[in-house]
């Protein structure tokens, strides 16, 4: 048992992120289960982890400064742990004797006492400087407000240039900023009323009403304490994925079918199963990963009926539908703030693959709908290539689709339209960014 929990599960997390790809929330949840650590424990270690993720950039521009070698070429759980001690020092309140000693401590524990003496220079120096101080001294030089923001607000600069593209796009340059801060904040955490009322679900925890959604709760703390949620009447998912499940089940279309056709992990899916059933439609949901596939039947299970197939939704053979959700695999990058690793894991050429995926499954919703039918692209990302550059380069050679306004689905969001689609935004809506489509086969 280690003398301090809380901060050998966050370099845990911290190093299999870096070095495994490891998603931070699902790893983090799952270690705080299995090591049965306290409140107080989980709370450190939580903002341990996602704090010293958020404000990476930051932090690793304030260790090179202090460092003898370049990042690159530190030990991995080494780096994790100058990290780590940098948002201690820079980031919290913690004092600065107890985040040096306590961070060295784990560095002896797990690489020996040449690594610890490391990792002590490298803090020490660290903690002569509040983070106010050492911002004048790592901001790099030129006119490039990108390379500074890069620095501020720890997001690479590819992403930043990404982000203010896309707003430009709706003429909110000025968002930019607000949106990057938001993106260093803590995500509210939100449940989704399903097999039981808004109501009751606010009467059996202390949460409150969610800004935006007829569904949502917002609550602190962990989640799974709550009865419904374990028996999963209620979800654990953010307001802008809601707001896209409750724009499909507003479509107006044709009697028939509704597919959803990249349905892991299932959220979505399960918001929709009761509309679904209340408006007679089967409700096929695919997913072409077998765990992924097993998490969608897991969320819908003890729920209305939903056909689960395990298969490629561009080759699986399927029936014609009605109503079609196409949540598309997407770089994420709207959703940032609730999984930081992603700015750091991502790369700008992950997108021009992504894209090509995007369009050829939209091509495929398209060709399964009957004459009537809509499908609702959406992607949790604001990347300009994931989400209009996607649907135009459709609309280009498919004369059979139309384009449906998509914000009088959604009437409860204000400032959520851009043009005929959607845009959630972190700054704007206190959701992931999120981006919906809606196209009409004629």
Known sequence: MSRDPARSIALDVLVAVATQDAYANLLLSHTLGARHVDRRDAALATELVFGTLRLQGRYDAVLAQCATRPLDRIEPEVLAALRLGAHQLLGMATADYAAVSATVDLVRDRKGRGAASFANAILRAVSRRTWPEWRAAVMPAGDDP???????????PWVIRAFRDSLAQQEATAELTPLLQRNDEPAPVTLVARRTTREHLLAQTDGSPGRLSPWAVRVTGDPARFAAVRSRAAGVQDEGSQLMALAVTRLDTPAGDWLDLCAGPGGKTADLAGAAAAAGAR?????????????????????????????????HPLPSAGRILLDAPCTGLGAVRRRPELRWRRRPDDVPPLAATQEALLRRAADL????GCVAYVTCSPHRAETTAVVDAVLRDRSDLEVVPAAPLLPEVPDAAAGDYVRLWPQRHDTDGMFLAVLRRR
């Open 146 to 156: 990108v390379a500074a923001w890069a620095v501020e607000w720890s997001h690479p």
């Open 283 to 315: 409700l096929i949901a695919v997913e072409q990963h077998p765990h992924r596939a097993d998490l969608v039947r897991t969320a819908v299970a003890g729920g209305p009926a939903v056909e689960v197939i395990t298969g490629d939704s561009l080759t």
């Open 369 to 372: 709908l009957v004459p009537g």
